[in-house]
């Protein structure tokens, strides 16, 4: 059982730096810079990469505040026995 959760672990930790190392191979290929334009509104210049960052971080974090009161209800319920 213990092997196995090494096991785990390793490949865990062999797809985050795979992750990690296509992220920066992304952001160094796409380094010309952009503006988004939406409506009226015109951002300021800024690579690819970096739209992409704030698009996937702006995600995960309303992902976050959208599940909290699931994870923190299942924190509060007593175990049924």
Request: charged residues 15%; glycine residues 4%.
């Amino acid at each position: 059982m213990i092997k196995l959760f090494k096991l785990l672990k390793f490949w865990l930790i062999l797809l985050c730096f795979t992750a990690i190392g296509i992220a920066i191979g992304f952001s160094s290929e796409n380094t010309q810079p952009i503006n988004l334009s939406f409506l009226d509104f015109k951002s300021p210049e800024a690579p690819l990469f970096v739209w992409l960052l704030i698009a996937f971080i702006f995600g995960v974090t309303l992902t976050l505040i959208v599940l909290s009161p699931l994870f923190l209800r299942k924190k509060r319920t007593p175990p049924k026995k």
